[in-house]
Antibody
């Protein structure tokens, strides 16, 4: 069974960097698919942040392009999100997810709530 | 960026009632995807390729549409269907975008 699990701090100070890890079990991230980060803001708005593909290429939401980095550690079957210069508007639940070639998300992590506050 | 607008934002339905949620895209898309999310849980893929039901989805659900107008329909509402539903598209031009969500409540 494929499972994704996010981990990372639940509280980040403004202007600092938000760093999250997604650990994947049941599937090797270099075998296929695009490994994505998606966030859901208070009030229900959902935003795709970006992905790292099975080959290691990345694709980011243009609205975040200057602040975001998605990397991976293939030896641990993990991928990572770094979002720089956070503000209170980055407060959200962050999900890691697997995106199919056809454009839909077929597996989601449980989500981790991150609050940006001093 | 393709903007997806869902309507209604909130809807209340009684068991047995027919429910339709619409999703309009700012530009034409090839397919629409739908997710169900219940409180405290992750979203679940519900409908893919506009009209195909994901594994385990009851056949009282259906999806339809083309171009810029899509819909999710529940033929007869059941209590377990109360949730928030999101539409989503992935065009050749990134990014992937989501609709604002429709909260379906039990009347």
């Amino acid at each position: 069974e494929i499972q994704l699990q996010e981990s990372g701090p639940g509280l980040v100070k403004p202007s600092q960097s938000l760093s999250l890890t997604c650990s994947v079990t049941g599937y090797t991230i270099t075998s296929g698919y695009d490994w994505s980060w998606i966030r859901k803001f208070p009030g229900n708005k959902m935003e795709w942040m970006g992905y790292i593909s099975y080959s290691g290429s990345t694709n980011y939401n243009p609205s975040l392009k200057s602040r975001i980095s998605i990397t991976r550690d293939t030896s641990k079957n993990q991928f990572f999100l770094q979002l720089n210069s956070v503000t209170t508007e980055d407060t959200a639940t962050y999900y890691c997810a697997r995106a199919s070639y056809y454009g839909y998300i077929d597996y989601w992590g449980q989500g981790v709530m991150v609050t940006v506050s001093s | 960026e393709i903007v997806l607008t869902q309507s209604p934002t909130t809807i209340a339905a009684s068991p047995g009632e027919k429910v339709t949620i619409t999703c309009r895209a700012s530009s034409s898309v090839s397919y629409m995807y739908w997710y169900q999310q219940k409180s405290g849980a992750s979203p679940k893929l519900w409908i893919y390729d506009t009209s195909k039901l994901a594994s385990g989805v009851p056949n009282r659900f259906s999806g339809s549409g083309s171009g810029t107008s899509y819909s999710l329909t529940i033929n007869t509402m059941e209590t377990e269907d109360a949730a928030t539903y999101y539409c989503q598209q992935w065009s050749s031009t990134p990014p992937m975008t989501f609709g604002g969500g429709t909260k379906l409540e039990l009347k």
